[in-house]
Every structure is written in C-alpha cells, then in structure tokens.
T-cell receptor
Framework: DSGVTQTPKHLITATGQRVTLRCSPR?????VYWYQQSLDQGLQFLIQ???????AKGNILERFSAQQFPDLHSELNLSSLELGDSALYFC?????????????FGSGTRLTVV | DQQVKQNSPSLSVQEGRISILNCDYT??????FLWYKKYPAEGPTFLIS?????DKNEDGRFTVFLNKSAKHLSLHIVPSQPGDSAVYFC??????????FGTGTRLTVIP
C-alpha cells in the first residue's frame, strides 16, 4: 500500500456519460497530480493541485476538470466520455511542491468507455 | 510531441547480468530526471533520480547516468534479479514542476 488511495479501481461506462474519480493523497502530502495512461502510451500529465489550488496544467481536455478539497483529497471529473477516454488514470502525491523528491502513485482507476 | 522518449519497448536479460535501460529527451531545460518502476495492477514506484548538475547517481544495484550534451540518460541494474521484471518509466522535470514521462520499457529478467 503506497498510501495514495484511488477509487474506484475499475469503472465501465457508456459514451456521453460523466464519471468522477477520487484520490486521497498520502498523509501529509499537499500536492496531488493526475496522469492518464492510454494503451501503449506513457504517463500523460493532466493537472496538479497544491494545497487546494491548481498549480499546473498539462494535456487536460476541456471535458475534464479536477479539484482538491480542504481535506486534500482530489476528484477528477470526466464528462461527455468518448471511447478514446478509456485508459488508466493515476493519481500521485508528493510532500513538497517539487518533483525531485519523487511522487507516490496510487494503483490507478481503469476506465472503460463502451 | 513526446519530450521524453524510451525507444525500446522491451528488454530481456539473464539473471545476474546487467540491465541497461535508455531514455532520451529533447528539452534542454529539464532540471531533474527520475526513474519509476511499475508492476502490473500497481501504480509506478519512484526508484532513483538525478539532478541535471550531476552525471551519475548510485543507489545499491541501481545507477543512473546522465549525459546532458547528448540529452540521454540510462539506468543500469546490476546484477539483475527476477524481481526486477517490471515496466520502467523515465521522467523529466521542467522549470514549472511538471513531470514528463516516457512510454516505458518492459524489463524481463530470465532466471
């Protein structure tokens, strides 16, 4: 157990639907990062939050949004889902707002859009 | 555009031999480089990192080498063990604190 909890582990939904992925960071970590891993692709950075505020944005679609709550857990909202959104979505956290200390990743949510 | 590239999708090595995983990058502004290991059904796990001001960092059986002029880094595992079989991701950090990952190399260590 890495200390980063992601729920649900698996999600199957239809095109056009909306889903919410949840992440609880490791205790004490203020930064939360969301990544997408599609088939044969690397980890694509989506968005970062630090202590409740958006800190950095990557290749996140306008149909996707995220937020970090006062208790530091984060949610990634995916709407108007398309078949191509099927992927593994990872959340990671870190103790500082610097990546050289390494991220701690959760085990991911596998999203299947049918 | 993939700023971090791992051109070898897979690598097989005999137990006890050296494993060398390679990574190339295009952005000369990257200031930190990291390697992550990923087992099936688990998230990536931080393995080792190196600052851009160094050319080598060693941690037990794992050594990362950085060649800034060639924009190339490599991870050496010696001796390789069957438990090292996993997917290895190379990552690089830019000045805005974003981490860019490669597509991964699947290492298989044959007993």
């Amino acid at each position: 157990d890495s200390g980063v909890t992601q729920t649900p582990k698996h999600l199957i939904t239809a095109t056009g639907q909306r889903v919410t992925l949840r992440c609880s960071p490791r205790s004490g970590d203020l930064s939360v990062y969301w990544y997408q891993q599609s088939l044969d692709q690397g980890l694509q950075f989506l968005i970062q939050y630090y202590n409740g505020e958006e800190r950095a944005k990557g290749n996140i679609l306008e149909r996707f949004s995220a937020q970090q709550f006062p208790d530091l857990h984060s949610e990634l909202n995916l709407s108007s889902l398309e078949l191509g959104d099927s992927a593994l979505y990872f959340c990671a956290s870190s103790a500082r707002d610097r990546a050289n200390y390494g991220y701690t990743f959760g085990s991911g949510t596998r999203l299947t859009v049918v | 555009d993939q700023q971090v590239k791992q051109n070898s999708p897979s690598l097989s090595v005999q137990e006890g031999r050296i494993s060398i995983l390679n990574c190339d990058y295009t952005n000369s502004m990257f200031d930190y480089f990291l390697w992550y290991k990923k087992y099936p059904a688990e998230g990536p796990t931080f393995l080792i990192s190196i600052s851009s001001i160094k050319d080598k960092n060693e941690d037990g059986r794992f050594t990362v080498f950085l060649n800034k002029s060639a924009k190339h880094l490599s991870l050496h595992i010696v001796p390789s063990q069957p438990g090292d079989s996993a997917v290895y991701f190379c990552a690089a950090r830019d000045g805005a604190n974003n981490l860019f990952f490669g597509t991964g190399t699947r290492l298989t260590v044959i007993p």
